[in-house]
């Protein structure tokens, strides 16, 4: 005889209705999905009460679920939800979600990014952590000084062109940080590679933009296929953008000329606990290139955009600069101590429109349950941090743009982009004392010399890509000299550049 054992039946969190075999699934929008996900947080946060699941009422709206052709996805929209998970829960939570043509079919998968949580990616958190860490990042200070007197010697020079001088000047700081490569070199051999790869993995990397991410067993299908050509394009691009700067610098330590750089730095020192080395520090200085620029460059053109759309802060800062560092001398790292009301703009750009919006997502490890849903193994977990940027908060409207509310520490504590802009847990962003220098010093230097304004007789167009970094879409505006002595004073500056 035998006795039936009753399965507790799994209760998933609330999501939108269900069609047979696709599920809900295809609700997931891989454009500009945070938009989507934060009104379905509004949509079951209204339902508080009303769901017959009343098992955790409180959190309704806070976890969205979908599912469908055998995948899972968890949203979590608030910053409750994350840290219990992401933070309280991390060894469940810390995987990544294995993309299967970017990650699998290009290689991709080997970047510290996107890998595991697991032997390889502790290797290479180690060696990002040894060349990343607060004190490491002194050393580039005077590297991100010059790049931002240079960037803004352009910005003087050919003004309409911000848009890309910008964007070039980020590629710039990762490569010449990373492989001590000049400017020129960056510009002749690296940065138009990288651009381009790095735009074919950005759209690659959002979940459904290829169907086969949704159903694995296409990658086996001939590779007349579009995306099996894609993909083989694709692993040609990446693994050329992480090995052809790595030659490079190993040829230049064995002539002796190697500059000052991140991959010179590990190459030549001894870092424990890492058995191929060589294949790690390729993988980990690859990786920082492809998560550095992009945010880095989002966040500064998303700052000139609403610089130009709010005079009273840009004069706001401009005085405080003034004020602080005087005008014979331009801004410092070491002055960012000094600037709050620059800190402050600086937190409520990438609040107003974080770089990435949905961070990057992570995989579970295994089953668990989370206030009385199940969240099965290999479920997709996505930080909606949109949502938290969106926060409604007594004082202040969300969709406003009020460096002020930073000010006083007590305002809106939990909107503070530093606690969730640069991801959680043990895969917070390891460039993150890198990334707020350089945003910092290419945004104050800008403001100390530049007015902005809208463009004459024209819109200015609010738009931004939807994809997995989210930057403006090309936009105009006009970036003036302050003054005839700024505009000199930044000419004799950068011409003090040593890279
Ligand atoms: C404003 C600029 C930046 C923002 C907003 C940003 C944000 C993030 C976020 C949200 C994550 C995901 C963390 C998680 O899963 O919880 C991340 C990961 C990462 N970031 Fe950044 N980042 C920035 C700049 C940089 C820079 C400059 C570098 C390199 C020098 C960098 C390197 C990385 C790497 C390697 C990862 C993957 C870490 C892992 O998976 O373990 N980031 N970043």
């Known amino acids: 005889s035998y006795r039936l054992r009753r399965r507790p039946t799994a209760i998933f969190p609330p999501g939108p209705p269900s069609k047979p075999v696709v599920g809900n699934i295809l609700d997931v929008s891989p454009k500009a999905g945070w938009i989507k996900f934060t009104k379905y947080k509004d949509i079951y946060g209204e339902f508080k009460g009303l769901l017959w699941l009343s098992v955790a009422d409180h959190l309704a709206g806070d976890l969205v679920f979908f599912h469908g052709l055998g995948n899972n996805l968890l949203v979590l929209n608030s910053m409750k939800a994350v840290q219990d998970l992401l933070e309280k829960r ?32 502790r290797a290479q958190r180690k060696l990002a952590h040894h060349a990343l860490s607060p004190r490491a990042v002194k050393q580039y200070h005077v590297v991100q000084e010059d ?53 074919m993995i950005s759209n690659a990397t959002l979940p459904g933009a290829f169907v086969c991410d949704l159903i694995p067993i296409l990658k086996y299908s001939p590779s007349w296929v579009p995306f099996q050509k894609e993909a083989h394009a694709g692993r040609e691009m990446i693994e050329r953008l992480v090995t052809r700067p790595l030659e490079h610098v190993k040829k230049e330590m064995h002539a002796g000329t190697a500059p000052v750089s991140l991959t010179r730095d590990l190459l030549s020192s001894e870092v ?3 058995n191929d080395k060589e294949h790690s520090i390729k993988w980990s200085a690859g990786s920082l290139y492809g998560a550095g620029g992009e945010t880095t460059y989002a966040t500064v053109l998303t700052c000139i955009m609403l610089m130009a759309m709010h005079p009273d802060k840009l004069k706001k800062a401009q005085d405080e600069i003034d004020h602080v560092v005087g005008v014979d001398r331009l801004p410092l790292i070491s002055d960012r101590e000094s600037l709050p009301y620059v800190e402050a703009l600086i937190k409520e750009v990438m609040r107003w429109h974080p770089a990435l919006p949905l961070s990057i997502a992570r995989c579970t490890a295994k089953d668990d349950t989370y206030e009385g849903y199940t969240i099965p193994k290999g479920t997709i977990v996505m930080p909606n941090v949109w949502a938290i940027a969106m926060e409604r908060t007594d004082q202040y409207d969300p969709t406003a ?64 890509s939807k994809g997995l970094v989210s930057y403006p879409e090309p936009f105009k505006c006009c970036i003036t000299p302050r003054s005839a002595s700024k505009a000199s004073q930044i000419i004799w500056r950068a011409a003090q550049s040593t890279i």
């Not at 910008?166 to 001590?180: C, D, F, Q």
């Open 401 to 464: 743009f009020v460096p002020e509310r930073f000010l006083n520490k007590k305002d809106d504590r939990f909107v503070d982009p530093t606690l969730w802009a640069f991801g959680f847990g043990r895969r917070v962003c390891p460039g993150r004392y890198l990334a707020e220098n350089s945003v910092f010093i290419l945004i104050s230097t800008i403001v100390a010399i530049f007015d902005i304004s809208l463009p004459e007789n024209e819109e200015l167009i609010v738009e931004f």
């Open 147 to 199: 790049l931002a007197a240079l960037l803004s010697k352009q910005i003087l020079e050919d003004p309409e062109d911000f848009f890309s001088h910008v964007r070039l000047t980020a590629s710039r700081l990762i490569l010449s940080i990373t492989y001590g490569l000049s400017v020129e070199q960056a510009e002749d051999e690296y940065i138009t590679h990288a651009e381009d790869t790095m735009h």
């Open 272 to 274: 424990q606990g890492v």
């Open 90 to 121: 991390a060894d469940i939570y810390s995987d990544r979600p294995a993309f299967t043509v970017v990650g699998e079919l290009m290689g991709l998968g080997q970047s510290m990014p996107l890998l595991n949580y697991n032997e390889e990616w």
